[in-house]
């Protein structure tokens, strides 16, 4: 037996090793750490120096240590008092059930083979929740520390036997194709199973319903990887208060996933099979209030009213039914207008017959197939690839997903094929609507008044509300063309239209001076009327800036100027105290371009009128922000930075104009707020994410590219850190 007290103590007695941490910087550990398991009860077993503790203690979580080496505990209750404790991995002195979450970084691989199952043990007793483990995969410097040197799928494999299963947030940690190759240091984040359903459905009984259902959070490995990656992939489609149903559901892994990692109000899990459903309620079932699971034919639920989700996930499903139309258009009834339907297929697995061999599945999907199949009752936006490997197609290829326009088709071959589509929102018309996002907010005047002041209100979501809108932007512009012509001018519902069809335009780099004032002509009649509607007031404004930009853009800056004037003198107050964005970056840009001409006095007004907007904006008070104490709004404080950044501009103009010396100086000056600083932080993203794609296709050294990004993303951080005031 190890006297790991005897091995260890003396290790930290050393000179050279006092002090000393597994890691550079505990800060970003920390960071991922409250990210994945929030602010609870924390204990880091083998704390050694106790940094990881002293700077979770620091991001204001209850962190204690403990260390099988009285010297450690003695060195770190200097710097933190009463937080460190001397015990060993393999006896723990804490009560069950101490800690929401146990940590362990460095500490693991320490142990002989033989003792690894009973730490798992010990870990899994004092903790309530969910475990944070990082171990290294091979030797230390020394070549003696490491007594146990395995990769990560040896590690999971130990740690489902102790009873956990890979953590929902398990793949934001773990980026699927990331996972190709094991770093020198693996993290695996871990939730505990709660001990009624570990008793009823231990790891082996799993085995017996293998062929047709397994839960992928307790299989280590590629296939389950995919799976699994499928549901992180959908959980950037829900938005707050959707509500989510998981078709055919399997074991239930999958709505666990998205109830504990999106802001879902409800998440309804549907399968066929009674043991699938039993297992989804035992293990999943009372870890959230909003899952529900429900035994029913995916192509048959009744028991859900027409126009009631938001949001129909459905992931290797097709395939099993015999008559995949009659689910499709199952989904179709139930979605609401701009509702999303997210869907996956095997990709042409298919033998020399052209049959799939796999006695379960009745199709063979490709993409065309699928495409056709979709598109009778849904905008088809986006199409994905997913390869895992390892399996009867591509068995050779590296984990890959890739998404191309849902108009377009895959440019290389996969494994399985995803489809994102939308329930067409100008079918909604006649469909009543709710506001699910912030059902029980008492909003600030005006701002989600969508059924008062729109013919159909489920357009908002689909055509305008970033980022939920339609992702394909040559679907967009059809939906915006559409609307514009279905619906009378004299509506929101048009004037949106207008707004995005001219944004639309901002980007296109064969857009002509004709087809711009083509562009311009139609918003001047938006901007023309005096109809009294809260958001058709937003859409003027909104489209007399789009209108300044284009006519910017063509070189036509008498109209630029009329524009930017026209909307910065527009009473935004009409409608929301949150409109000044708009208001007060067109009041700047005309300022400059008054400049530019010689009219000083004009632009000193409108750098004026920009400041008194922005004070004007905060007079509201917090009804105007706020909205429900209750369920207070989020979305305003955002605009809030946009247009500080936007007065201020106008304040430094309106210094510079009270020292004409600083005048040439001023007209130099590039115009700088929140989406520039912002812009350019994604095109230096963008070129390393460029650079590390470059790597991987043309090298083949996926994991020095994977290391390379974790560096520039790492030097990225130190970068933003180091240029926030102090």
Known sequence: MTDYLGLYDGYWQRPDRIGESSFDDPEPIARQIVELCGSGRMLDVGCGMGALVRELLAQGVDAQGVDVSPTAVAHCNRYATGRFFSGSILNLPFPDGSFDTVISTDCLEHLAPNDVATALAEIHRICRRQVFLRVATGPDRDGRWHLTIEKRAWWEQMAFQAGFRKHPGYYRINPFEALEYDGYTVTIPLEKI????????????????????????????RRSDAHVHRYQFASGFVRPGDVVVDAACGLGYGSHLLASLTPAGRIIGVDVSEYAVDYAKQNFGNYSSRIDFYLSDACRLSFIDDASIDLFVSFETLEHVPDPDALLAEAARILKPGGRLLISVPNHWADESGKDPSPWHLHVYDWTRLHQQLERCFLVEQGCGETAGGGMRLPDHHREFFTFPGQGHPLRDSEWLLA???????????????????????????????????????????????????????????????????????????AAAICVLAYQALDDPTLTVENTRDIVRGIEAICNSNIAIPHYRRWQISNAYAAALLSRRIGALDDATYWFRRCADYDYLYFSHTLATKTVSAAYNAGRLLLAQGETDDAHRYFNRGVDAFFAMMSGGKTAWLG???????????????????????????????????????????????????????????????????????????????????????????????????
């Open 194 to 221: 709660l001990d009624k359903a570990l008793t009823a459905y231990p790891l082996n009984a799993l085995q017996l319903e293998r062929d047709l259902h397994m839960d992928m959070f307790r299989e280590t490995g």
């Open 420 to 494: 994102v589509a939308m329930r067409d929102p100008v079918a909604g018309e006649d469909v009543p609507y709710r506001d699910t996002m912030y059902p029980d907010a008492q909003a600030p005047a005006n701002l989600i008044e969508f059924a008062r002041d729109y013919v159909n209100p489920h357009l908002v979501h689909a055509l305008v509300s970033l980022p939920w809108r339609l992702r394909d932007k040559t679907l967009l512009a059809d939906l915006a063309r559409r609307v514009r012509d279905h619906y009378d001018s004299g509506t929101s519902d048009h």
């Open 628 to 726: 429900s104490k209750h369920c207070p709004f989020d979305f305003p404080y955002f605009e809030l930075t946009e247009v500080a950044a936007a007065a201020t501009n106008c304040v430094n103009s309106l210094r510079a104009l009270a020292h004409p010396a600083d005048l040439t100086t001023l007209q130099r000056l590039p115009v700088i707020n929140l989406q520039s600083v912002v812009n350019e932080q994604a095109r230096v993203l963008a070129e390393q994410e460029q650079y590390v794609r470059y790597l991987e296709q043309h090298l083949s050294i996926r994991r020095l590219a994977y290391q390379a990004k974790l560096a520039l993303q790492r030097a990225w951080q130190r970068l933003i850190r180091a240029s926030r005031p102090h």
